[in-house]
């Protein structure tokens, strides 16, 4: 009876050909967020890569790999809050119910979560993830649980734990021989630090889980080499004093030297290598019961990770290392191949909709990526707004478009007042001495971002403006010291 109910309301939509196909027997959804992953930590988007993840390369090689997959930002110097608030409502960062108490977000958004959209149209849902730093109301309405955060170097303690949740629940979903489709959430809680990797990964990188602030880890050749566009130090303040990620991780605190942030690196690839194998282990126990071929998978991050890159460390920045996300997709009708996409994290819920014929809530404001994943659009918008403010107000903003990208750092009360203007397709890596933003001969584009950059900001509500801008009667919001 779903069948036949999912495919006459499919009919009536514009995707039918593509999902009617789909819906002779419902596809099943395998989820995977990993936690504060550069893109570029990956061969697929950085082929010099020392990082081993072969099983995400067969993904990539399979599926359609976004290159231009970004999450929105953050009013909080957890990072990871408002991103994983975007996944599962598909809302804009200042329209979250997160953000001062919801005064742009609907009251019913509970209602209209991820697992709840999937629960109401007769999916199983079922979850395993870090805790904390998340949407906790949001996260209890899969049928089935199993967060704990995991960061140890032992299966027990590390990825392994959450991969055996997964393995666990297909075994009981076999043993029950249970035929509706499924919506796994597979999250993990590496690489995010402490990056306490296992120990023969961490031989294979020549890291050590390096946890006295008063010496620096050995150095080794199999480190990965520092990243191409790593700097001792950033050249100006990023405005978050004191900030957790860029002072007190364990292994790295304020050094930024090569080897420190080598043997950092290393453990975020022994991290990465773990997720991986999880991940192989989980997709074969799919091909044996038979599911495989009608997953959709897709692999992302909740955002991107400096480690070293710019002379940052965290993920409180707009830099495309940290701004971006990994995004890849694989499954029936999906084109392999590239494309740039221009996708946010929010995105995330109309594209797993449209994959699975359901109907995308009115609550969301982000777009199914359904046109790009077939290979018949290179992107779903032309302009990508960025904004980080979880520490000086009103902080960091970014918008890209086509090649152009500006940066601003409005922060410490008015004493660092940056601009960047970058080149993408001649300096994707962001090199800060091919910074445009005080060359002459650039500086109507330099206008034009400026003009593109406040409009996003009117358009996405941000409630700060910059030194340079019109304050539009806008009064700062109150928010915690
Ligand atoms: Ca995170
Ligand atoms: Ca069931």
Request: aromatic share 8%.
């Amino acid at each position: 009876m779903h069948k036949l109910i999912t495919c006459l309301t499919i009919l009536v939509s514009a995707q039918a050909a593509f999902v009617c196909q789909a819906a002779q027997t419902r596809p099943n959804i395998l989820f995977i967020i990993v936690d504060d992953q550069s893109p570029f930590d990956l061969k697929v988007y950085d082929p010099q890569s020392r990082c081993d993840t072969p099983t995400i390369q067969k993904l990539a090689a399979e599926g359609m790999v976004l290159d231009g997959a970004y999450h929105m930002g953050s009013f909080s110097g957890a990072v990871c809050t408002p991103s994983r608030h975007m996944v599962m409502t598909g809302r804009t960062v200042w329209h979250l119910p997160n953000w001062q108490k919801g005064q742009h977000c609907p009251d019913n958004i509970l209602d209209n979560v991820m697992a709840e959209v999937f629960n109401r149209a007769g999916y199983d849902t079922m979850r395993t993830c870090k805790r904390g730093n998340s949407y906790a109301a949001a996260n209890q309405k899969f049928s089935v649980v199993h967060d704990a955060t995991k960061r140890g170097g032992t299966d027990e303690t590390g990825s392994y734990w959450h991969g055996e949740q997964v393995m666990n629940y297909l075994v009981d979903r076999q043993q029950a021989q249970d035929q509706d489709p499924f919506l796994i959430y597979f999250g993990f809680s590496h690489p995010h630090d402490t990056r306490d990797g296992k120990p023969e990964l961490l031989a294979k990188y020549g890291a050590v889980n390096h946890a006295d602030k008063e010496s620096i880890p050995p150095a080794n050749d199999k480190q990965p080499p520092v990243p191409v566009n790593y700097l001792p130090a950033h050249p100006f303040h990023h405005g978050h004093p004191g900030l957790r990620d860029e002072v007190a991780v364990s292994g790295v605190w304020e050094r930024r030297d090569e080897t420190t942030i080598r043997n950092e690196l290393g453990r975020q690839f022994a991290c990465n290598e773990n997720i991986d194998i999880q991940i192989a282990r989980v997709l074969n126990k799919l091909e044996e019961m038979g599911e495989l071929d009608n997953t959709y998978i897709i692999y992302t991050a909740d955002h991107g990770m400096a480690i070293g890159r710019h002379g940052l460390q965290g993920k409180q920045n707009l830099y495309q290392h940290t701004w971006r996300v990994p995004f890849i997709v694989k499954g029936p009708g999906i084109k392999p191949g590239r494309a740039e996409g221009n996708s946010y994290l929010l995105d995330v819920l109309p594209t797993l909709c449209d994959l699975a014929g359901v109907e995308i809530p009115e609550t969301v404001e982000g777009k199914s990526l359904l046109p790009v994943l077939k290979g018949e659009q290179a992107t779903v918008r032309d302009t990508l707004y960025g904004t980080y403010s979880g520490g000086t107000k009103p902080g960091m903003r970014a918008v890209k478009h086509g090649d152009w990208k500006l940066i601003k750092y409005d922060v410490l009360e008015g004493s660092v007042h940056e601009t960047q203007l970058f080149n993408l397709a001649e300096n994707p890596h962001e090199f800060l001495t091919a910074d445009l933003a005080e060359d002459p001969q650039y500086s109507s584009k330099l206008m034009e971002m400026e003009a593109l950059l406040l409009a996003e900001m009117r358009q996405h509500d941000d409630p700060y403006r910059l030194w340079n801008q019109p304050n539009d009667g806008l009064e700062a919001p109150e928010t915690k010291k």
